[in-house]
Every structure is written in structure tokens, then in C-alpha cells.
């Protein structure tokens, strides 16, 4: 078995709930084979509060994140990235900074819980689900054969892990068949 620890970058555009979700969500589940990182290309600057509420209420690290920019991670001296996941339809389709190390990507798109409006009660619901969404990718993500399957193979299954329950419809689309 391998020692490698594979960096992972879960990018969103204001990057305060469904990247926050994801990064908390594999540094446990993934705890010494995969460290996980968020980043947003407009970040917010501040974590959306029921990201926090719902990774405490699942038993998720929810202290000590930050809404930060994805230059962060495109600097001499940043984590070089083995994956970059793309997790809101927006910033898959920004033009990217060149990551250092030719990660591997996949979009891996879910509804913004954020731009839920109603009731906390609606509010936390939606944050639940997109954090229900994310595991489950992050469950199928955790049990591929990371250090025995080829390149080609990988991106498949990163393709297919973004279209499971809870896609966004631009998921759905760029990962149709083509005519």
C-alpha cells in the first residue's frame, strides 16, 4: 500500500458552503490517505453559518474554515493538487488557474444550498442534502483504487462519481453520451 497522501482541492465560486461541506467531509472520512482544501474564485470571506450547523450536527470537523481564493492554491510553495473537483456549476465554467502537479478534475456540481430562501428550517434542510450529495460522491471517490487504476480509467469514474443523486443538470449534461 502506498504512503502517498493525495492532495484534493474542492473549488466553488464563493466558497462559504459546498466546497467548506467537501473539505470538511474528506479530511475525516479520507484521514491519512487524502487531505482535503477549498477555495472559491469570487470567495464570500466568510463561511456560510449552516454549512457549520450541519458538519457539527454530522459529527464533521466545523472549526477553523475560511472563504478564501483559489490563488492560494496556484503559488509557488501551495499543496500541489493530485484532485481538483469543481462542486457549483459557476466556477466549472470560469477559466481556471494553472494547477501546479497536473491534477486530475471532475465537475461534481450540486444546488447551492446557500440560495435556498424560507424558514432555517428549509434553509438547514438544504444544507443537509448537499452535504448527503457530497459524502455519498465522496464515499464512491474514497473506494476507487486510486494507486492501481491508469489515468483514463480514473476520469471516468471521477466523471461518473459527479453525476449520482443530487447532480446539477450542467453535471448531467457534460457527462451524457455523446450523439
Known sequence: MSDHVYNVLFLCT?????????????????????????????????????????????????????????????????????????????????????????????????EDPAAIEGSDIDRERAFSSAARYMKNRIDAFLNLPHASIDRLALQHHLKRIGSTEGATSAVLHQNAPAA
Open 14 to 110: 464563493g466558497n462559504s458552503a459546498r466546497s467548506i461541506l467537501a473539505e470538511s467531509i474528506l479530511n475525516k472520512e479520507g484521514a491519512g490517505r487524502f487531505r482535503a482544501y477549498s477555495a472559491g474564485s469570487q470567495p464570500k470571506g466568510t463561511v456560510n453559518p449552516f454549512a457549520l450547523k450541519v458538519l457539527a450536527a454530522l459529527d464533521y470537523p466545523a472549526e477553523g474554515f475560511r472563504s478564501k481564493s483559489w490563488d492560494e492554491f496556484a503559488v509557488p510553495g501551495a499543496p500541489e493538487m493530485d484532485f481538483v473537483f469543481t462542486v457549483c456549476d459557476s466556477a466549472a465554467g470560469e477559466a481556471c488557474p494553472v494547477w501546479p502537479g497536473n491534477p486530475m478534475t471532475a465537475h461534481w456540481g450540486i
